[in-house]
């Protein structure tokens, strides 16, 4: 019966791989129109490109979006350090992921976007790259081309996997056909034990590779590279006050900081850089400060006579990179809203206090050892925020992050060294 049913959804993902192929011109026309692929390399996604393959050996790693692609640049910096010859391929689906990546390359690696999972496309990519070993990140797996890979006996390796108890039933029903595709690979790291029982049970009766927790990988990310500076004039009017960032907020996480904010005193209030996860909320946000009597400035609008601002909102792609330098408190966005949370990890990287809602489902065990080791503060009143802007200091908190992010980054460089036992 397994069997049977596994035939059943092959033979049904088959037959949409027909219908996207002969809609994916057309797909992708539209969504180029909608500035949702990129206006010069869109052909990548039919596996077309000028782009040639790197002699030597070559790992290809596929993440989705900007977080996960990000991540990716701290395990591919820690197997150059063992294997400095080898050549990275890295494949996303979004421009944003694509333009902040290229402006932090990492050595011997070349970025591409993913082709559509259908047959033509993925025979002309593979044909040119020819990876001698594929990495999957997160929940970004293409079930065409892992079935290609293992035909062709490329290893493959997933990385970075969550599957929360949702994510699991919603696979559940189709057992058969996941548990095959996930038995195809030799090595999979999880980020959490409810993910590695979920993927187990997925795989079940016949669990051949080896599953292991070895957390996210996104604490052993290189600090981003900014693209550009802080304008002079902003310099001069933030030196010797404190800056609290709000690092990829969204409404709710905008709308305590501020409130927070009017009950400081002008002499104590810090500058507060607004990083918004969607840049062109920008003006809403401006909308919102001024109604709570705060000045404040779109940074892409700052001219030179400007006046100084409480608030600054940061509207540029990698502007994280940007500020982070000179935070001295982040406020991870997410945490106060069903998004549940962004990554903690970066602020920490540059030495900043991290501060956070209870939210943080998406991030759950990170915010949790964070928590538990004291790297990390939650704050869920406004009035407990208002105190630790202005009477509390964090050097212990701040040392107890750093010492934890050493822990993680022996951890990726442990699963480096067993992932380099499968190229061949």
Known sequence: MRKLTLIFWQI????????????????????????????????????????????????????????????????????LQTKPDVNFLVTSSTIQSAELFSQNLPANTTHQFIPLDVHKFRRSFLSRWTPNLVIWSEQEIWPGFVNDCARLKISQVWINARMADRAYNSRKWLKPFFGDLYAKFELISAQDEKTAQNITKLIKPHPKQHIRIDGSLKPAAPKLKPKQGIPPQIISVTEGRRILTLVSSHQEDEKFVIHALQKISKKLRPILVIIPRHIERAEKIRDQCIKADLKCTILSELRENSPSSDVYIANQIGAPAIWLPFTHLALIGGTYCDINGHNPWEPIQFGA????????????????????????????????????????????????????????????????????????
Request: a positive charge.
């Open 353 to 424: 206090a991290v501060l956070h809602g209870s939210k943080t489902a998406n991030f759950s065990e990170d915010f949790k050892e964070l928590l538990i080791s004291g790297s990390s503060t939650e704050v869920v009143e406004r009035d407990h925020l208002v105190r630790l802007i202005t009477q509390t200091t964090f050097d212990k908190q701040i040392q107890n992050a750093g010492s934890l992010l050493q822990k993680k980054l022996k951890a990726v460089k442990d699963l480096s060294n067993d992932i380099l036992l499968l190229l061949k």
């Open 12 to 79: 049904f993902y088959y037959l949409i791989q027909i219908a996207l192929r002969i809609s994916a011109v057309k797909i992708l026309k539209m969504r180029l129109k909608a500035q949702k692929e990129h206006p010069t390399r869109w052909k990548e996604r039919l596996g077309e490109t000028n782009q040639v393959r790197p002699t030597g050996e070559l790992i290809w790693l596929h993440a989705v979006g900007l977080g996960e692609v990000m991540a990716l640049r701290g395990l591919i910096n820690i197997i």
